[in-house]
């Protein structure tokens, strides 16, 4: 499940990711992350059995959390080029039976990296 977290000027100096790690002894991926000293916002992957336990313990510690569960969204304009084939690091992108670009959202780990480099801008991001 992939998680964005969002720390106020409250909690964002503390240790929270980590000490929430450690507690429940999971691990998490992070994918993303801007953190400054009165805000954050860190996006992570944990795994889905033990997902809903850790959101419940991060909640606690005052951090917001939302859950990402739509990726990456390929629009009509795609000319179907294969930029993002070759860029994207966890395979979301594929063609099909007619060379056309189909995308499996559901691996999206949304790096963004295939929005960059698609020359018909054809590539978003739900928020």
Do not use: W
């Not at 966890?90 to 559901?106: N, W």
């Amino acid at each position: 499940m992939m998680v964005e977290l969002v720390y106020d000027s409250k909690v964002v100096r503390e240790p929270i990711l980590t000490r929430v790690a450690i507690d429940e002894g999971v691990t998490m991926n992070i994918i993303e992350a801007s953190v400054g000293p009165r805000e954050g916002r860190i996006v992570v992957e944990i795994a889905d059995d033990v997902a809903e336990r850790i959101v419940e313990r991060l909640k606690e510690y005052g951090v917001g959390v939302r859950i990402l569960d739509r990726g990456i969204e390929k629009s009509e304009s795609c000319v179907h080029c294969g930029a993002c084939l070759s860029v994207c690091p966890v395979g979301v992108f594929y063609k099909d039976e007619e060379e056309k670009v189909q995308a499996d959202s559901s691996k999206c780990v949304r790096c963004r990296i295939c929005i960059g480099v698609c020359p018909v801008n054809a590539l978003s991001l739900p928020e």
